[in-house]
């Protein structure tokens, strides 16, 4: 009998064999696990996110890509609220994230305890680790389920344990960060972050920070994350990833979503002349 991996591995397959895209950018609220409508960041007088609007359901793998500067990280960060939207709303799981109306151009977080709650369901990967440097590789990971999810030492040892075994670095698991690669501390990062067993991950340029050779072995744990049906949203510069991993692509020009298709159809014949100028630049 085959085993959930596989059975996920030969569904995306299929799907991605398809020559007509999923419509996954416009399905009923209640299908969505994250739902972002008509989003604007402003930073003073300078607009970097001008009325974008995304939906993501379970097991999509939604790649974002465009230049630097287009808004890509800016949108995932608004998602989890690391950045407060000028504008728009965000739903994770159908609960509407806990902001104020604008006031003067301003909004606030109105529940930091709901915010809490939210955010366990959202994993971010970062470019630059964010790991604490004065914790072991394990130590990292047992964090957050014991401090967050109130777990025992060794419920979360325990499954610290098997995360590392996952990513593929248990022998690391009593080094500190400062010993390892960089790619060793993206697999400690991406295993601390799905320690909270998260319902979406969100992964900001999680391999431009790292050395040429060090970003296959990071790639490789992403791509096993997305065979096992994880919903993923993804900024990255790796077209080779957005290519052949995601189910969805959306190209960000100036703050807008400028294109936006299953990778076959965006890649092959990009429809607008922005992302004909991208794609002949970076392919």
Known sequence: ??????????????????????????IMPEDAIIRVEDLYKSYGPIEVIK??????????????????GSGKST??????????????????????????????????????KELRAIRTSLGMVFQSFNLWSHLTVIQN??????????KSKDEARANAERLLERVGISEKRDMYPSQLSGGQQQRVAIARTLALDPKVMLFDEP????????????LQVMRDLADEGRTMIVVTHEMGFAREVSNHVVFLDQGRIGEQGHPSQLFKSPQTE????????VL
């Open 207 to 218: 391999t431009s920070a790292l050395d040429p050779e060090m970003v296959g072995e990071v």
């Open 141 to 150: 990971i047992m964090e957050a389920p014991v401090r967050v999810l109130k």
């Open 75 to 112: 949108i995932l960060r608004c998602m989890n609220l690391l950045e407060i939207p000028t504008a728009g709303e965000i739903y994770i799981s159908g609960k509407r994230l806990p902001l104020s109306e604008p006031k003067n151009g301003v909004r606030k977080i109105t529940s930091e």
């Open 1 to 26: 009998m085959p085993n959930q991996q596989e059975i996920n591995r030969t569904a995306r397959i299929s799907y991605k064999e398809q020559e007509k895209p999923r419509e996954i950018f416009s």
């Open 51 to 68: 009325g974008v609007s995304l939906t993501a359901k379970e097991h999509d793998v939604i790649s974002l890509i465009g230049a630097s």
């Open 274 to 281: 922005n992302c004909q100028k991208f794609l002949s630049k």
